[in-house]
């Protein structure tokens, strides 16, 4: 089992930066393959970005790519998200995710995430 509580969301003009936390409760962390997902009102969740267990492999959407970063600290049971010249567009719920299926089976299909939190808002101004 594994409980998530995200953090450091807010409110932040464009062109501005955040810094998203996610932390774990549980024994099975570092064990986990960990994702952000974000969704927009009108809009479905999709996928951010994907960590694997020891940070070894990362993927990314292309829509963030070059400006996001996706980070983890096993020894702290917590993954980052360090979110960079942010755009109105990145408005969203963001939420991270937990797995324990290898992300080469699909870093953004969602039904492979067992756990999640229950997300933090970013907003971003123009």
């Known amino acids: 089992q594994v409980q998530l509580v995200e953090s450091g969301g807010g409110l932040v003009q464009a062109g501005g930066s955040l810094r998203l936390s996610c932390a774990a409760s549980?024994?099975?962390?570092?064990?986990?393959?960990m994702g952000w997902f974000r969704q927009a009102p009108g809009k479905l969740r999709e996928f951010v970005a994907a960590i694997s267990r020891n940070g070894g492999s990362i993927y990314y959407a292309d829509s963030v790519k070059g400006r996001f970063t996706i980070s983890r600290d096993n020894t702290k049971n917590t993954s980052y998200l360090q979110m960079n010249s942010l755009t109105p567009e990145d408005t969203a719920v963001y939420y991270c995710a937990a797995r324990l299926s290898p992300l080469e089976w699909g870093a953004g299909y969602q039904n492979e995430y067992v756990y999640w939190g229950q997300g933090t808002q970013v907003t971003v101004s123009s």
């Open positions: 549980g024994r099975t962390f570092s064990g986990s393959a």
